[in-house]
């Protein structure tokens, strides 16, 4: 039984071989054969379109993809200036923002603020109050001036708590 299973993988090895090589005559017996002249293209089974592979839905995959510019979390805290500023690299700037209140009803606050010299900056917009819950992501979206920088402040309204963030373009 073993010796008709490695008879079958060398024999497939060699056909594999054989339909990889060289235009070359091959004789085996009285007749000569061919090799195959070019290698055919395969097709796969499936189309690998990764928006479609990730199962995203059709109106999200219509839009342009989402590169972070940046990442942090805080420690337990109730008001974070970021210090960090952010270069904005196209039309569309996101902060994708969570906290974890623990149950005591604690709300965050996120601010965009646009840098115009040194450390003065102006507000653009606003996120509003919103319950920190267990880490539920939160969206803050602009449309920014490209080349532009930008800053964030967080600000919890309630216990201290971690915050977190992230800094996004659209491309």
Request: net charge positive; aromatic share 8%; charged share 20%.
């Amino acid at each position: 039984m073993k010796l008709t299973v490695k008879c079958a993988v060398v024999l497939t090895a060699a056909a594999t071989a054989m339909s990889i090589m060289p235009t070359t005559a091959f004789a085996h017996g009285p007749a000569a054969v061919a090799a195959p002249t070019a290698l055919t293209p395969v097709q796969p089974a499936h189309s690998v379109n990764t928006a479609a592979a990730s199962g995203l839905p059709a109106r999200v995959q219509a839009r342009g993809r989402w590169v972070n510019l940046g990442h942090d979390s805080h420690t337990p805290t109730k008001f974070w200036p970021v210090k960090r500023k952010y270069k904005s690299l196209s039309k569309t700037l996101q902060v994708v923002f969570r906290c974890w209140d623990g149950g005591d009803r604690t709300k965050i606050n996120a601010q965009l603020r646009r840098v115009i010299t040194g450390n003065a900056t102006w507000p653009v917009k606003d996120s509003g109050w919103r319950s920190c819950g267990n880490g539920v992501k939160n969206y803050l979206r602009i449309n920014a001036k490209k080349g532009t920088n930008y800053v964030v402040i967080f600000s919890l309204e309630g216990h201290k708590h971690t915050v977190e963030y992230w800094m996004q373009n659209e491309l």
